[in-house]
């Protein structure tokens, strides 16, 4: 029994110790600021202030508006990723010539850094010397230039794409690595009683996965819903505070300079 | 905190730290004075006294790094027992790293501060006021006005700058010439010969809009430039009568023509556009007209051809007058430095008259010491329109820009805000004045508290 | 999906005069190898790519260390504490860092570690901790127990039998978690900026955000970079592929 006790503490030990003192002691350091008048401008008077950053955040008209945003974006990043990865699990998974290159360039956009997605897009976008404006005009789709990340009306949704793009990799990787784990009998199975390719689908594979795709999308969505460096590269919740995010928002609001200054990557741009 | 965990930490830790010393080792040439290996500045005080001088910079770009490398290099040929590390953070994080390891008191004894940072590590005691130094230098009767004027604050000196910005028109000569058009000298014709220029089918426009971060660049020179003769130059932010620049006539009707440069002479996209994005749409094409910098010229030299772009002075408002300002970066002291008199000796050896000028050439900068201006150099080019506007200085006034103010880092957040909105019709340019004005307001009530 | 792969790739193949042309070329007049030149050759970049490939690597093998035995402890033991243990490890992944940032830089700075190459490692290790012992605590769960009884009723102890009977039947659940790991690591970007001031201990991200200057992005080295630095996380992942996909399979339904 005390064997068990010191095998059990001595395995946790270092794992609990270094997450305790390195995660969560300066993440409290920081939440303490957000009850404080941190202002780079004076670091020697900072004093408490209680809800006072809070209540100017929630005061403040962008705030539902921010909440609306978050909504659209946890939802249709997560459907289209989800869905997206999901055909291309499936037409990835019987092999065939070639497909380690294939799932190379799945797999890339994963490989990228967060402000390195920021940058590209927003240099994609740009409606004078974007690529995207470009192509879809010499394709005819459309006939005057369209300002992706400046128009209110496209903003949010060019955000959101590029998130989509950004996160379509990990759902193929862990659908796929799912598909490949179904046992053939039960397609066996299926194909006696005559069930075609969707039905197979719907009532086999689907089943069969859908642990990993609730861990999956519950991962996911913790992510999506937290992570502003998207946001902060492309538009930084311009124009005018209407790509504002809830977590990009609030960290603008609760955090003065101070320390969001270091997250602002590619915004001071 | 550190004996805690190589105690508790079960040997795991410890070989991961004896692994990570190893290979901290390895790193090429760190050699010699010890480099990042843990002891600092504590060896420092007996035998010969080697000193060793860590310089941070802010505005890091690489050509840029190696013109400092290659005077800091210089620097150490004739002092041998000092030698000098260059920390070159990125651009984009430089300030806020530089914030971080003064308030952590890290090795730093050199820092390039800014003028848009001098007043905040002033107010929280970072940096030494140079004057005792300044004193003992020979170089300093050369030192320009203006230099002066852009590290001080109350009447103290606190960075001597390494060159000066001071905005200046940029146009497209070609589009010009093609279409027999002048060159802008007022707002009101950048207005009305950009709208000449603009051809949205074509993807051309007539001015390199920047509604993103910085905005406020643009909004700020025009309300200036309407006010003209009525702002109080040394703060000014506010009029002669005390009540601020953005709450007369005139800065509604310089909104008014922004509004309209906005829709009729730039591409939509530029609301939401910054430094990078403005700049680019000029280099590639996109747009005929851009205020900037001449650090810029850099750029334009090296990504167009010759012969398609020239520079003009900064445009006037209808009572004949703009007002400029010089803004700039240089060397300070840390307040924490321990070898505060080594650390004088590298920035007058920076700053020296022809290292300064020439590497304000190699830049694109104004150089510090106003012998500096008779060179051949910046009489000719790009560099004419900034002596011509210093020359009358009857048209330009040269003003303050707002920088003791605590509000001065949230301003561009905020005026580039409510203007985006007002841009989008959210706001009228009214309302829009209205938050300016307020926001001014109580930051000069917050400074006469 | 694979579009802005190409368009970076064109781009770090166009000379850099030719980058910003109007009309948009979408393949290159000319062909030049010199963006990749230049970031050898003025940039370093074979130092950033070292750094970058030892911090990584060394972080991600601690992080698997660790969170093998954090892991496993999770995975096959109740005791008090149990579930809030494994929520603690599951709220960091809510956290966001940028808050802790100015914290982190005043801990290391008095532990005289900025500057130094263990701060990162460090760092990189901590991170990677709670999601690694997540992921590891889901193969450890597919594992029957009865595999290390049996080898402890040949005489083995409880760590002999999870290095020589568990671990070897794991490989594929920790070849996938290092690689997570090391992608993360190797992308990582606002601590390295932070915490590293020498050219010659600098990682690779950092040096690709040195290439966004004040009125220009430089994008024929950011696209050389960017390509570059795709290249070994790629290969890794293909190398590994078989791993990751049997590895993630098991460790995704039960974590």
């Given at each position: 029994m005390n064997n068990r006790r010191i095998f059990i503490i001595g395995s946790l030990l270092p794992a609990l110790l270094l997450v305790l003192v390195f995660t969560y002691y300066p993440f409290f350091r920081g939440v303490v600021m957000a009850f404080q008048n941190v202002q780079i401008f004076d670091m020697r008077n900072i004093e408490f202030v209680g809800l006072q950053n809070f209540e100017k955040a929630f005061n403040d008209p962008k705030f539902m508006s921010a909440l609306k945003n978050s909504a659209l974006w946890v939802f249709f990043s997560l459907v289209c990723q989800f869905v997206i990865g999901l055909t291309l699990a499936l037409l990835l998974r019987k092999p065939f010539r070639g497909r380690g290159v294939y799932q190379g360039f799945v797999f890339y956009s994963w490989a990228l850094s967060g402000f390195l997605i920021g940058l590209i897009w927003k240099w994609m976008f740009?409606?004078?010397?974007?690529v995207i404006n470009d192509l879809l005009l010499r394709i005819g789709l459309i006939e005057e230039r369209i300002g992706f990340l400046s128009d209110p009306k496209w903003a949010m949704f060019s955000v959101i794409v590029a998130n989509i793009w950004y996160g379509i990799a990990f759902f193929a990787i862990m659908l796929l690595a799912a598909l490949q784990s179904v046992p053939a009998d039960l397609y066996e199975a299926a194909d006696i009683d005559g069930a075609g390719g969707v039905r197979k689908l719907l009532n086999v594979t689907l089943p069969y996965i859908m642990p990993t795709i609730i861990a999956t999308t519950l991962l996911r969505a913790i992510w999506i819903f937290n992570d502003p460096t998207i946001i902060y590269g492309l538009t930084n919740g311009g124009p005018a505070g209407r790509t504002h995010i809830l977590s990009s928002f609030m960290l603008d609001k609760l955090y003065t300079?101070?320390?969001t200054a270091g997250r602002r990557l590619s915004a001071s741009l | 905190m550190k004996r805690e965990w190589l105690t508790k930490g079960k040997g795991l830790l410890v070989a991961a730290s004896l692994l990570a010393g190893l290979l901290a080792g390895?790193?090429?040439?760190?050699?010699?004075?010890?480099?990042?290996?843990?002891?600092?500045?504590?060896?420092?005080?007996?035998?010969?006294?080697?000193i060793k001088l860590r310089v941070v910079e802010s505005l890091t770009s690489p050509n840029r790094t190696a013109l400092i490398q290659k005077m800091l290099d210089d620097f150490q040929a004739e002092n041998p027992n000092i030698k000098v590390e260059l920390i070159s953070p990125p651009f984009d994080q430089a300030d806020n790293k530089i914030r971080q390891m003064l308030s952590a008191k890290e090795d730093v004894d050199v820092l390039e501060v800014r003028d848009l940072t001098v007043a905040e590590f002033v107010n929280n005691g970072y940096i030494e006021p140079l004057d005792s130094f300044t004193s003992g230098w020979s170089e300093f009767d050369t030192l320009s006005n203006v230099s002066k004027s852009v590290g001080m604050i109350k009447d103290k000196l606190y960075f001597i700058p390494n060159g000066l910005y001071q905005r200046q028109l940029f146009y497209r000569k070609d589009w010009l010439d093609e279409k027999g058009l002048k060159v802008p000298t007022t707002y009101e014709e950048l207005y009305e010969i950009g709208k000449q220029l603009t051809d949205p089918a074509n993807n051309r426009f007539g001015f390199s809009f920047r509604g993103g971060p910085g905005s406020q660049g643009v909004t700020d020179a025009m309300v200036l430039a309407y006010n003209g003769d009525k702002v109080n130059l040394e703060d000014a932010q506010f009029l002669k009568d005390g009540s601020?620049?953005?709450?007369s006539p005139e800065a509604k009707q310089a909104m008014e023509l922004y509004l309209k440069i906005y829709k009729e002479t730039s591409p939509p996209d530029s609301i939401n556009w910054g430094f990078q994005e403005q700049v680019q749409a000029f280099t590639s094409g996109v747009t005929a007209f851009l205020l900037q910098d001449p650090d810029v010229i850099q750029v334009l030299t090296e990504k167009m051809e010759e012969g398609t772009w020239a520079t003009a002075p900064m445009p006037l408002g209808p009572s004949g007058k703009a007002l400029i300002a010089a803004g700039g970066a240089g060397w300070g002291i840390a307040a924490h430095s321990e070898h505060k008199e080594a650390a004088w000796k590298l920035i007058e050896f920076l700053s020296s008259e022809p290292r300064n000028t020439q590497f304000s050439k190699d830049f694109g900068m104004v150089p510090i010491h106003s012998t500096a201006a008779e060179d051949e150099y910046f009489q000719s080019g790009p560099y004419k329109t900034l002596l011509e506007m210093t020359d009358k200085p009857d048209i330009f006034l040269n003003y303050k820009p707002p920088y003791q103010y605590p509000g001065t880092g949230q301003w561009s957040q905020v005026s580039m805000e409510s203007q985006q909105a007002m841009l989008m019709n959210a706001k009228t340019i009214d309302e829009m004045l209205a938050d300016w004005s307020a926001y001014w307001e109580e930051e000069k009530a917050k400074m006469n508290k | 999906m694979v579009f802005p792969l190409y368009w970076i790739t064109i781009t770090s193949l166009k000379p850099q005069k030719d980058i910003f042309t109007y009309p948009i070329r979408y393949w290159p007049e000319r062909i030049s190898f010199e963006n990749y030149e230049s970031i050898f050759r003025i940039s370093k970049f074979h130092i950033y790519i070292g750094n970058s490939l030892m911090i990584s690597i060394v972080a991600s093998l601690i992080v698997i260390v660790i969170a093998v035995f954090s892991a496993y402890v999770m995975a096959r033991y109740r005791f008090r504490g149990h579930g809030q243990i494994m929520l603690g490890f599951f709220a960091t992944q809510m956290l966001p860092g940028f808050i802790s940032l100015s914290s982190l830089y005043m801990m290391m700075s008095s532990m005289n570690l900025i500057n130094n190459r263990f701060s990162l490692i460090l760092m990189y290790t901590v991170i990677m901790i709670p999601f690694s012992t997540i992921l590891l605590r889901g193969f450890f769960q597919r594992i029957p127990s009865s595999l290390e009884e049996a080898a402890m009723m040949d005489g083995c102890s409880r760590i002999s039998a999870l290095f020589r009977v568990i671990i070897p039947v794991m490989l594929p659940g920790i070849a996938s978690t290092f690689i997570f790991a090391f992608v993360q690591n190797w992308n990582e970007l606002f601590l390295a900026v932070m915490f590293i001031d020498d050219e010659p201990l600098k990682t690779l991200p950092v040096a690709m955000n040195s290439f966004v200057q004040k009125f220009d992005v430089d994008w024929g080295a950011m696209s050389a970079g960017t390509v570059l630095s795709v290249i070994p996380t790629v290969v890794l992942f293909a190398v590994a592929q078989r791993f990751i996909v049997e590895g993630l399979t098991q460790g995704a339904e039960k974590g």
């Open positions: 740009n409606s004078q010397i974007g300079a101070a320390i | 390895c790193g090429g040439n760190e050699g010699g004075t010890g480099g990042g290996s843990g002891d600092g500045s504590s060896s420092g005080g007996s035998g010969d006294e080697q601020t620049i953005y709450s | -």
